[in-house]
């Protein structure tokens, strides 16, 4: 099977490669595609993608909660497919503030609401469990019913101390969301 898999940035992207190349007898051909951040990207991404079987995005995400007041398994750096998505505060064309959009799951991994908004999200007003990015909406609004998204949690929502986003991320692998996806296939 063609699987194209979506990052929104660079960093994922490698971290994608990275995992594909660690591990062995991949069950499914895989093509790694940038999109850029953002909505708009991700349609204009999505419209131009080569010929495929299936598309997951995959990305890091914020979370809404404190970490250690979490469940482990929405701890630093795990996946989470995304089942679940809204739109908030953009005022536009398309998508405007449009209604959730709803799959069902694909993979094994824990599900979760995610939340798509371009503008500063005020945390404290958000259920925890709530993923926070600028893409899922467009993908789900667009996607094929077959594919899916792969969210790794990259940081917690309100943050209590400044972050660096970049400094944060390094350590964190996608090995695990790899695995995860080319077994649920």
Same mark, same amino acid.
């Given at each position: /099977?063609?699987?194209?898999?979506?990052?929104?940035?660079?960093?994922?992207?490698?971290?994608?490669?990275?995992?594909? #190349?660690?591990?062995?007898?991949?069950?499914?051909?895989?093509?790694?595609?940038?999109?850029? %951040?953002?909505? &708009? #990207? /991700?349609?204009?991404?999505?419209?131009?993608?080569?010929?495929? @079987?299936?598309?997951?995005?995959?990305?890091?995400?914020? %979370?809404?909660?404190?970490?250690? @007041?979490?469940? #482990? =398994?929405?701890?630093?750096?795990?996946?989470?497919?995304?089942?679940? +998505?809204?739109? =908030?505060? =953009?005022?536009?064309?398309?998508? &405007?503030?449009?209604?959730?959009?709803?799959?069902?799951?694909?993979?094994?991994?824990? +599900?979760?609401?995610?939340?798509? +908004?371009?503008?500063?999200?005020?945390?404290?007003?958000?259920?925890?469990?709530? %993923?926070?990015? /600028?893409?899922?909406?467009?993908? /789900?609004?667009?996607?094929?019913?077959?594919?899916?998204?792969?969210?790794? %949690?990259? !940081?917690?929502?309100?943050? &209590?101390?400044?972050?660096?986003?970049? &400094?944060?991320?390094?350590?964190?692998?996608?090995?695990?969301?790899?695995?995860?996806? !080319?077994?649920?296939?």
């Amino acid at each position: /099977m063609k699987v194209v898999i979506i990052t929104p940035m660079e960093v994922e992207q490698v971290k994608v490669l990275d995992a594909l #190349s660690k591990i062995n007898n991949l069950n499914h051909n895989y093509e790694v595609v940038v999109a850029g %951040i953002g909505r &708009e #990207s /991700m349609a204009k991404a999505i419209m131009n993608l080569p010929h495929h @079987d299936i598309a997951i995005l995959i990305g890091f995400a914020a %979370i809404v909660g404190k970490q250690n @007041d979490l469940p #482990s =398994y929405l701890g630093f750096g795990k996946p989470i497919e995304i089942t679940h +998505s809204s739109l =908030y505060g =953009y005022q536009g064309d398309i998508f &405007e503030n449009g209604a959730p959009v709803i799959a069902e799951p694909k993979t094994k991994l824990p +599900s979760l609401a995610s939340l798509t +908004s371009d503008k500063f999200v005020r945390t404290t007003d958000l259920a925890e469990q709530t %993923i926070i990015n /600028m893409e899922d909406y467009t993908f /789900m609004f667009l996607k094929k019913p077959k594919d899916f998204i792969v969210r790794i %949690i990259s !940081d917690f929502l309100p943050h &209590e101390t400044e972050i660096d986003f970049f &400094e944060e991320i390094k350590g964190v692998n996608f090995i695990e969301a790899i695995k995860l996806i !080319d077994e649920s296939m």
